[in-house]
């Protein structure tokens, strides 16, 4: 019986590596993929940060797929990379929202784009190292995501955005093990990074400050602006309303009687407004960019 094919993103950590080295178990024929999405800045020799996509993370990748004896291969997304997430990070910020650039890029780059050049190859299906699970229910003939059974390192939510076509030809071999299971196997097979600690930053953002990155990818400056309260009273100023999210609490820069929270900002007056934690509770939202997975 001919193997299935499949087409691993390997992102140079260790639960991706744990992923094709699964499905190498499981009698698949799997091709490694690196996805190169953006050229890391020069840093100070021995400064770590904790992302993904950096040069070393390719040569990891690199190092577990020649252990494992599978072909491996560097794919350039950078400029789809920068257009889908990098400049939807930097215009939401500014704009007064607060984006996930991991679910953009899982959207628009690691699962469509890298879907359709596994399909162009000939593969037969695509996997990732995402904790979560993939369950095809005969009932209804469709594709369901559900959570993984770690829910401690659940990752079905930054999934929300797969179609059907794209559930029916992925694989996530990590849905029903948890992460020290993970770990284990890594050690068990001599991988490199099977102590790798796990990337905790956006990939793009190398020192950690995503307000010092758009400022220096805009080439602008970030105005401050103005804490106001519930009725418009100014508190203070602020850093700009780029520099808060909703519901932030800690790191305000404004000494008041008591804690107040953002609550609300408005990107055309540059103002955040500043309440209690009941003046922050709502009844209601307004939704967009929803997925049914139908």
Known sequence: MKKKKVMVGMSGG??????????????????????????????????RTRTCCSLEDVEDARAVAFKLGIPFYVLNMKQLFEEKVVSYFADSYLAG??????????????????????????????????????????????????????????QSYVLYMLTQGQLERLLLPLGDYTKAEIREIAMQKGLVNARK??????CFVRNGSYIDFIKEYKGIDIPEGTFVDKLGNKLGKSKGIASYT??????????????????GKDPVTNTVTLGT???????????????YIL
């Open 197 to 202: 600690p796990d990337s905790q930053d956006i």
């Open 97 to 154: 929202e607060t984006p996930n650039p991991c679910i953009a890029c899982n959207q628009y780059v690691k699962f469509q784009t890298m879907l359709d050049k596994a399909m162009a190859l000939g593969m037969d299906y695509i996997a990732t190292g995402h904790y979560a699970r993939v369950i095809y229910d005969e009932k209804t003939g469709r594709y369901n995501l559900k959570k993984a059974a770690d829910l401690s390192k659940d």
């Open 14 to 47: 260790v639960d991706s590596s744990v992923a094709a080295a699964l499905l190498l178990d499981q009698g698949y024929e799997v091709y490694g993929v690196t996805l190169k999405l953006w050229d890391e800045p020069v840093v100070c020799e021995g400064i």
């Open 277 to 291: 934690r009941e003046e922050g509770m709502v009844s209601g939202l307004i939704a967009r960019d929803m997925n």
């Open 246 to 263: 909703i519901g932030q609490r800690k790191g305000l820069g404004i000494n008041l009687p008591e804690p107040r929270y953002v609550i």
